[in-house]
């Protein structure tokens, strides 16, 4: 029977549904978290009766075939990239982009990664970091006598100097941004990389057209909504006993067929 | 003298199909803009020569109830709902298809596509790309988008006359299959939401339990078939 086929991809499809659910809500408090969300499409249709296929030698026609869908498949699981909340943390070296774009990171391969968690810190050269030692590009050495480090909206480190009246730039974040953002292939770690789907990644300075501000001394929280992901897991849960409902009914039907004498 | 048997089956072969189909409604119940189908069932007559009528149950077509889903909001933007009767127009490498599912992505060039990778088209029915240095899309509730600075341009939004000959393909795909399709006037869409599947729960598990129930019936009426035969097997060369 199809229905048996039919219904396991109907149950393997609310398992994946949970798992991405339950990814969102362990990462409610994961510092600049996009959460995620299963796409479902209807899988291929089998044709039983063709629309159109004459009906008698008059000439009529069947006006609506029949055709057999044979279940459902995860056409995608994309991230949802809307802005996170905005938490201040009186902390430095945290920065939140309010709006588009990424920081970029220096990973030890060699290669750049990009990231939403402006939770930096500095290393032993003065150099500003991520929480795992990475480089944030374009690398900024901040003096070790600065009195302070000021982060303005558009991206400019500027510090105190003891001594000095002026503040002094020492160097300028920027932002990377992406026509598809979700086409970035995640890490883990926060970190994202480029990819075919993601396209090349255009790099500007924090508050140009198509760019988003920073924010100093706050980070940008996940975009998780619980109310939202606790309405969807009961929707999966009670969607996957039906699907399993089905099958039980399938099978009674087939063990009826059996008894036949 | 079969007759009754072959009745017997003929409802448990359309019974079987119409399992398969409330299956696949119910594992499509969180598809995107998945619309439910139901069978059609007539009575299919077969002429007797000695005058008596036999009716068979035939699956006869099916009807898909195009109701338009729950609209949910999902914050994103290119998250598309049509609310009334109407389909996006999408090119595909077989042709222009139409769909109700509104979750479209950029590509790595910045043209709209569907899930597939298959391209939205506009009012002229050309692919639509956007503008990197403008990423803000802002659709309007008649389709307007805008493509950064100035320029804008529409959706194609089209229907047709009897939706139901529009053929599945997956992927939320129907294929005109020969309809004409028509630009259609007067719908709205919501931008940051999505199409539910319309999908009725209780109408495909009640009807599931009806099923069930008259297959279980069918296998009765058979089973009393075959002990008749059995019965006039055993009985009839002790009649004379």
């Known amino acids: 029977m199809r229905a048996l086929g039919t219904a396991s991809t109907g149950m393997l499809a609310q398992q994946l549904n949970v798992d991405v659910i339950s990814n969102n809500i362990a990462n409610m408090t994961t510092t600049g978290f996009k959460r995620q969300r299963a796409e479902f499409q209807d899988l291929l249709y089998q044709d039983m009766r063709r629309a159109g296929a004459s009906s008698s030698d008059a000439g009529t026609i069947v006006p609506s075939g029949i055709q057999i869908g044979v279940g459902v498949k995860t056409a995608s699981v994309y991230r949802i990239t809307d802005q996170g909340g905005l938490e201040a943390t009186g902390n430095d070296f945290d920065l939140a982009i309010q709006g588009d774009g990424y920081f970029r990171v220096l990973l030890p391969s060699g290669e750049e990664a990009y990231t939403r968690a402006g939770s930096f810190q500095m290393s032993p050269n003065g150099e500003l970091v991520t929480q795992d030692g990475f480089t944030v590009l374009p690398a900024i050495t901040v003096p070790q006598d600065a009195l302070s480090v000021t982060v303005n909206s558009s991206g400019e480190v500027q510090v105190a100097l003891d001594g000095q009246v002026n503040l002094q730039t020492v160097g300028q974040i920027d932002l990377a941004i992406f026509f598809n953002e979700a086409g970035l292939q995640p890490q883990g770690d926060n970190l994202f990389k480029e990819s075919t789907a993601s396209g090349a990644p255009s790099i500007g300075v924090p508050g140009s057209t198509g760019f988003g501000t920073l924010r100093q001394r706050y980070l940008e929280t996940s975009n998780v909504n619980a109310v939202g992901e606790i309405t969807s897991l009961i929707t999966a849960q009670r969607a996957y006993e039906m699907n399993s409902k089905v099958i039980t009914t399938a099978d009674e039907m087939m063990s009826t067929t059996n008894q036949l004498k | 003298m079969e007759n009754a048997i072959y009745i017997g089956l003929s409802q448990q072969m359309a019974l079987r199909r119409h399992m398969d189909i409330t299956a696949n409604n119910l594992a499509n119940m969180t598809t995107t803009a998945f619309k439910s189908v139901a069978p059609v069932f007539q009575e299919f007559l077969s002429d007797e020569k000695q005058g008596t009528e036999i009716s068979f149950v035939q699956d006869y077509g099916m009807y898909h109830?195009?109701?338009?889903?729950?609209?949910?909001?999902?914050?994103?933007?290119?998250?598309?709902?049509?609310?009334?009767?109407?389909?996006?127009?999408?090119?595909?490498?077989?042709?222009?298809?139409?769909?109700?599912?509104?979750?479209?992505?950029?590509?790595?060039?910045?043209?709209?596509?569907?899930?597939?990778?298959?391209?939205?088209?506009?009012?002229?029915?050309?692919?639509?790309?956007?503008?990197?240095?403008?990423?803000?899309?802002?659709?309007?509730?008649?389709?307007?988008?805008?493509?950064?600075?100035?320029?804008?341009?529409?959706?194609?939004?089209?229907?047709?006359?009897?939706?139901?000959?529009?053929?599945?393909?997956?992927?939320?795909?129907?294929?005109?299959?020969?309809?004409?399709?028509?630009?259609?006037?007067?719908?709205?869409?919501?931008?940051?939401?999505?199409?539910?599947?319309?999908?009725n729960a209780i109408l495909e598990m009640t009807s599931m339990i009806e099923i069930m129930r008259s297959y279980t019936s069918a296998q009765k009426l058979l089973d009393a078939e075959h002990d008749m035969q059995m019965k006039t097997i055993e009985e009839l060369p002790s009649m004379n």
Do not use: H, W
């Open chain 2, 65 to 199: 109830d195009k109701s338009v889903g729950q609209i949910t909001g999902t914050g994103r933007p290119l998250d598309l709902a049509i609310s009334g009767d109407g389909f996006f127009s999408v090119q595909t490498d077989a042709g222009v298809r139409y769909t109700r599912n509104g979750n479209f992505k950029l590509d790595a060039e910045g043209f709209i596509t569907t899930n597939s990778g298959d391209f939205l088209l506009d009012e002229t029915g050309a692919t639509i790309q956007m503008d990197l240095a403008n990423p803000d899309i802002e659709v309007a509730a008649d389709g307007t988008i805008n493509l950064g600075g100035q320029q804008s341009t529409k959706l194609e939004l089209m229907k047709f006359e009897n939706d139901q000959l529009l053929k599945q393909e997956g992927n939320g795909y129907f294929n005109p299959d020969g309809a004409e399709a028509e630009p259609v006037e007067g719908i709205k869409i919501l931008q940051g939401s999505l199409e539910g599947s319309n999908v």
